[in-house]
């Protein structure tokens, strides 16, 4: 594999902070005959292995405050994974992906140790399959594993001294 990689964190201000996190990679393997293909045994030398972005990418945007006596934020986080097959042995037309996931969370926490934090993951909504495999006892058949779907939730925490 060959690649680069960066990692960049932004302050502008006390109350802003923005990162980015990158990968650009070109993998391939060097020998690998008799690897499992759609078709069952064959050469996958020369091939780019499943699983492995050329593009990876991370943002994400904090905006801290205050109100009265609690410390708040606001976070909003972007996740990009460019198109790559799952796996070998099922084929890129039934099971390959793109990944483009937003999350953002908002919270507050006081000086009693009390914390509260709203937030959402996937609230775009967007779908892709986390793994895939041929299904058993069903030639020709395949499963997969999707990604979790839009979620929102609410925590609440107490920190005890």
Do not use: C
Request: charged letters at 20%.
């Amino acid at each position: 594999t060959t690649g680069a990689e960066i990692d960049i964190r932004w302050m502008p201000s006390e109350v802003f902070e923005g990162t980015l996190a990158a990968t650009i990679l070109d993998p391939k393997y060097d020998s690998f005959p008799g690897g499992v293909g759609v078709n069952g045994p064959e050469d996958l030398s020369g091939t780019t292995p499943p699983g492995i972005h050329e593009l990876s990418l991370t943002a994400a945007g904090r905006y801290s405050f205050q109100v009265g006596n609690a410390a708040g934020y606001v976070r909003v986080e972007y996740i990009y994974e460019d198109e790559i097959q799952v796996i070998e042995n099922v084929p890129a037309s039934v099971a390959s992906r793109e990944v483009s996931t937003i999350n953002a969370s908002a919270g507050l926490s006081w000086d009693n140790g009390f914390e509260a934090m709203i937030w959402g993951r996937n609230i775009n909504d967007d779908e892709y399959l986390m793994s895939a495999f041929p299904s058993v006892a069903q030639a020709g058949s395949y499963s997969g594993y999707p990604n979790p779907p839009r979620t929102f939730g609410l925590t609440v925490r107490k920190y005890f001294d």
